[in-house]
């Protein structure tokens, strides 16, 4: 019954933010890490961001550091992802994602994670 929906996607140019967001739901979230992967045409899929449930510990893409933010609002079973500074190579899907078990560090791998949302595109013009 897990599901995750993200939105918040589009049409941006270089230089210029948006913000990502996943609702989840189907049942409790406490103490799982959850995360931000993008699949970009023609490449596989990969780590962009990660969040521990009390959201004191994250972990980010060497490529988006610095420009990217991940979040939650646990109150209302939400993980953001601020973006600024768009690149048109961060053009991709984006897809959220809840681990499989709970734990402390957010894990940078697809393979620990359990439950993915349908993706959000996300379009950066040059």
């Known amino acids: 019954q897990v599901r995750l929906v993200e939105s918040g996607g589009g049409l941006v140019q270089a230089g210029e933010s948006l913000r990502l967001s996943c609702v989840a739901s189907?049942?409790?979230?406490?103490?799982?890490?959850m995360g931000w992967f993008r699949q970009a045409p023609g490449k596989e899929r990969e780590f962009v961001a990660a969040?521990?449930?009390?959201?004191?510990?994250?972990a980010y893409a060497d490529s988006v550091k610095g420009r990217f933010t991940i979040s939650r609002d646990n109150a209302k079973n939400t993980v953001y992802l601020q973006m600024n500074s768009l690149k048109p190579e961060d053009t991709a899907v984006y897809y959220c994602?809840?681990?499989?078990?709970?734990?402390?560090?957010?894990?940078?791998?697809?393979?620990?994670?359990?439950?993915w949302g349908q993706g959000t595109q996300v379009t950066v013009s040059s």
């Open positions: 969040v521990s449930w009390g959201g004191s510990n994250t």
């Open positions: 994602a809840v681990t499989r078990t709970a734990g402390l560090l957010p894990p940078r791998y697809q393979y620990e994670y359990a439950n």
């Open positions: 189907g049942r409790t979230f406490a103490g799982y890490p």
